[in-house]
Structures are given as structure tokens and as C-alpha cells.
């Protein structure tokens, strides 16, 4: 799924530049995906924007929002 965004060559390292850390990506997706899985009364999750190191192996999700179905 990583692979196939349109960045994806960004965040393998461009111009010089290090690549990014893809397996927090990764971690994070699933670990998102567990999240929805565990409690189905999110109906929706936006976490943006999110910042990926690449000097580092982390992120941090800056801003978020999650609406919960009554």
C-alpha cells in the first residue's frame, strides 16, 4: 500500500536527501487499523498531518480528530 502512493519515491530519499522512516508508516497503519477493528463506533478518524522522520525511527501525528456514532 506504501509503495504504491504517489510520494513513495520522497519517502525512499530524493535528491540527495535520507530516506524516510517507512516502517513507522507502516506500524502506524496497522496500529490504526487495529484501533478501528477494536471499536467500531469510530466513524471516522482523521489524523493530519503527520510527521515522518528521517533521522529517526518515529512519527508523530500532529493533529487528529475522531467523530463517534451515538
Known amino acids: 500500500m506504501i509503495k504504491e502512493i504517489r510520494g513513495f519515491s520522497i519517502l525512499r530519499g530524493s535528491r540527495g536527501e535520507k530516506a524516510f522512516d517507512i516502517a513507522s508508516i507502516a506500524d502506524a ?3 490504526v487499523s487495529i484501533l478501528l477493528a477494536d471499536f ?3 466513524r471516522e478518524l482523521d ?3 503527520i510527521k515522518v522522520f528521517n533521522d ?3 512519527l508523530i501525528v500532529l ?3 475522531i467523530k463517534i456514532s451515538r
Open 29 to 31: 497503519l496497522e496500529r
Open 40 to 42: 467500531p463506533e469510530i
Open 47 to 49: 489524523l493530519n498531518p
Open 56 to 58: 529517526r525511527k518515529d
Open 63 to 65: 493533529d487528529g480528530r
